[in-house]
């Protein structure tokens, strides 16, 4: 039983490190449902279970290299490969409807590119940049799409094609 139990707890840090990464983790998870919560709030496939994963991912792909105490070398390439790797989540999100000639999925593909990148930023502790990045964001998800459903309510009543 002692084996088993040395063999669960190998690699654990101490007190205050692990506070850290359950800190780190966390609050990656959190910006995520941030700008999950407000994908969900519009109606959104890519919502907030969605978007928390995909920052606590991208966040665990950056503190798990950085206790195994890799180098910067090393780490840049592990975000390389994450940034691919959420490219192509981001184009199972994007449709291309052939009868309407119309692609669905952009703003959702590039939300989820950003809530990775918030997740990266969150891992390395960079919590000012994360959640500036998420005010942006929301900003621009939410404000400037209202302003955007205005300009094309005004457009349609004045009898231009919906863009």
Known sequence: ????FEELTAGLPDT????????RLAVAALLGGIIGAQRERAGKHAG????????LGAALFI???LEAGMSNED????????VAGIGFLGAGAILKLADEKQIQGLTTAAGLWLTAALGV???LGRWGSAMFGVALIWLILDVLARVEARMHGAR????????
């Open 1 to 4: 039983m002692n084996a088993f």
């Open 63 to 65: 503190v798990a290299p």
């Open 121 to 123: 930023a969150a891992g």
């Open 48 to 55: 907030l279970r969605t978007h928390m994963l995909v920052a």
């Open 156 to 163: 349609d009543s004045r009898g231009h094609p919906d863009c």
């Open 75 to 82: 780490l840049a390439r592990i975000i390389q490969g994450l």
């Open 16 to 23: 205050t490190q692990l506070a850290r990464i359950v800190f």
